[in-house]
């Protein structure tokens, strides 16, 4: 049943379209010696999210909690992005368009909810937990463009490791648009 709102969303309880969805603006970083980077993501657009298979819902009145587990089997995030620290190297003019592209990413979400003046809302931030089978992550101007060799090493290494890149940055995601979403 939630699948014909996603495209346009419920403008009644001002919840925004999520497929696709649209953020304006999301900064990571990410402090884990010798790298120490920060990425802001700008103008970026997630689609795929509509195709989710939804594994289970447990919902406990007594408890006033739902827990979901989904799975996405295939998302796509564009926008341009700018990143700035140390990665090794001083990272200078790295900004451009990027993409990520994820399949198999599943999904669980437990959520405290709580009534207020009679509606039923969520209460606090839920809890999400994301594992990604396969993960494509392409930065565009990487480095200036001058040094591809080193651009091609860190994009590898973004690739080879999603559950490492899920787990330094998943957190951060899913505090951002989590908020987005409430």
């Not at 509606?119 to 591809?148: H, I």
Request: hydrophobic share 35%.
């Amino acid at each position: 049943r939630l699948r014909p709102y996603m495209r346009q969303g419920l403008p009644d309880y001002g919840v925004p379209p999520t497929e696709p969805m649209f953020i304006d603006e999301v900064t990571l970083s990410l402090k884990r010696p010798p790298v120490d980077v920060k990425v802001e993501f700008k103008d970026t657009t997630v689609t795929g999210l509509s195709s989710f298979r939804l594994n289970s819902v447990r919902a406990d009145k007594i408890s006033k909690t739902i827990s979901l587990n989904m799975t996405v089997p295939s998302m796509n995030t564009n926008g341009q992005y700018k990143m700035t620290g140390k990665a090794f190297v001083v990272i200078k003019d790295s900004e451009g368009p990027f993409t990520v592209d994820m399949k198999e990413v599943n999904v669980k979400m437990d959520t405290q909810l709580k009534v207020q003046n009679g509606r039923l809302l969520v209460d606090g931030e839920p809890r999400v937990k994301v594992k990604v089978g396969d993960l494509n992550v392409k930065l565009s101007n990487l480095f200036g463009g001058k040094t591809p060799q080193l651009a091609r090493t860190i994009t590898q290494f973004l690739n080879n490791d999603s559950d490492r890149f899920i787990e330094d940055f998943g957190p951060q995601i899913t505090s951002q648009v989590s908020r987005l979403a409430v």
